[in-house]
């Protein structure tokens, strides 16, 4: 058995973790302090499609699996 990632479940590793270093990382103990809900990141998600890595492309997601 291979548990090694495909390279498009590489790819998608590399932009998540991108992702969460510069916009989540440095807000992170902001918003905890605030105890609010960060829409701006959740925009910034969305308009990356990560909202929808396993829907269906025919529905607008990217089709990705569940890993």
């Known amino acids: 058995m291979d548990f090694n990632l ?3 479940q590489s790819m998608i590793q590399r ?3 991108d992702f969460a270093q510069k ?3 440095p807000l992170a103990g902001i918003i905890d302090e605030e105890e609010r809900f960060p829409w701006e990141t959740v925009k910034k998600m969305a ?3 990560l909202l ?3 829907v269906p492309k025919e529905y607008g997601g990217a089709s ?4």
């Open 15 to 17: 932009i998540v973790r």
């Open 52 to 54: 929808a890595l396993t």
């Open 6 to 8: 495909t390279p498009a």
């Open 47 to 49: 308009a990356m499609n």
């Open 23 to 25: 916009e989540v990382e």
């Open 64 to 67: 990705a699996d569940s890993l």
